[in-house]
């Protein structure tokens, strides 16, 4: 079995297995579910330490429906390497160190048959903005559940509203958008900006996320797009600042936790 060894472990959280589960399981309990299932969730990647429980607010909301979801379909942005379309990696599974994360072959399958779609190693060896949502799917969902990653460059929203499209025909099958908001501004400035990016999220607004609004823009701007052709609703969880957990005012990254329901 070929899989991704964790790139970010010791790094953006702990790699101790232990130490990692306890923490996202406090994360976890620390956010407030709202007792409804998402059909996507829109969550952050930076360290824990930072964005911890801004993520744990997004995934609060998996864990009262874990009997209900079959199947993950994660996108972020590629951080290191350029790209054009979106890339799913050949592996089998994506190590953590909770143990392996199986890719659903089904997906990739079906995701490698549409345009602008490669099947592509490369982008995802050392990028973070999938594997540090796999410990939180890993408690909240099981440790079999099959995800597919999807690192998404340079694309048109419709482009990825129709990989989501084709993708999420079942309800069992969540989207996850992994994206942080605005990147080294100051608090006052970050707060204002972020709150914009916000409103515009819930307005299903593609065209207002801008890439300063959002590193993860593409794939964001895809998911709003299939948002507002399937009619689905918007709500706003938690917004906060590297700020909030202690790092310097002066220089913050925005975080906003999202979750769309039909």
């Known amino acids: 079995m070929a899989v991704r060894p964790a790139a970010v472990a010791d790094r953006f959280y702990p790699a101790d297995p232990?130490?990692?589960?306890?923490?996202?399981?406090?994360?976890?309990?620390d956010a407030r579910p709202t007792g409804r299932r998402p059909a996507a969730l829109i969550a952050p990647h930076a360290g824990y330490r930072?964005?911890?429980?801004v993520a744990g607010s997004a995934y609060a909301q998996l864990a009262a429906c874990r009997a209900d979801v079959t199947r993950v379909v994660v996108l972020g942005p590629a951080h290191y390497?350029?790209?054009?379309?979106s890339a799913v990696p050949s592996v089998?599974?994506?190590?953590?160190?909770?143990?392996?994360?199986?890719?659903?072959?089904?997906?990739?399958?079906?995701?490698?048959?549409?345009?602008?779609?490669?099947?592509?190693?490369?982008?995802?060896?050392?990028?973070h903005a999938i594997e540090t949502q796999l410990p939180f799917l890993i408690r909240t969902l099981g440790p079999d559940i099959p995800m597919l990653p999807v690192l998404v460059g340079a694309t048109e929203p419709a482009t990825v509203a129709r990989l989501l499209a084709a993708l999420l025909t079942e309800p069992e099958t969540v989207a996850v958008v992994s994206t942080?908001?605005?990147?080294?501004?100051?608090?006052?400035?970050?707060?204002e900006r972020d709150t914009r990016t916000a409103t515009a999220i819930l307005a299903r607004d593609t065209p207002a996320i801008t890439s300063d609004a959002a590193c993860g823009c593409q794939a964001l701007r895809g998911l709003l797009r299939h948002a507002a052709e399937c009619d689905m609703h918007v709500e706003l969880?938690?917004?906060?600042?590297?700020?909030d957990a202690g790092a310097d005012p002066a220089r913050v990254v925005g975080y906003g936790a999202f979750m769309l329901t039909p």
Do not use: K, M, N
């Open 180 to 191: 942080d908001l605005s990147h080294y501004l100051d608090q006052p400035t970050a707060r």
């Open 81 to 85: 390497v350029p790209l054009t379309g």
């Open 18 to 29: 232990a130490v990692l589960a306890s923490r996202v399981d406090g994360l976890l309990a």
């Open 92 to 127: 089998d599974a994506f190590a953590t160190p909770l143990g392996p994360v199986p890719i659903d072959p089904w997906a990739r399958q079906t995701a490698a048959e549409l345009p602008g779609v490669t099947v592509d190693d490369r982008p995802h060896a050392a990028e």
């Open 237 to 243: 969880l938690r917004l906060a600042t590297s700020a």
């Open 50 to 53: 930072y964005s911890g429980a």
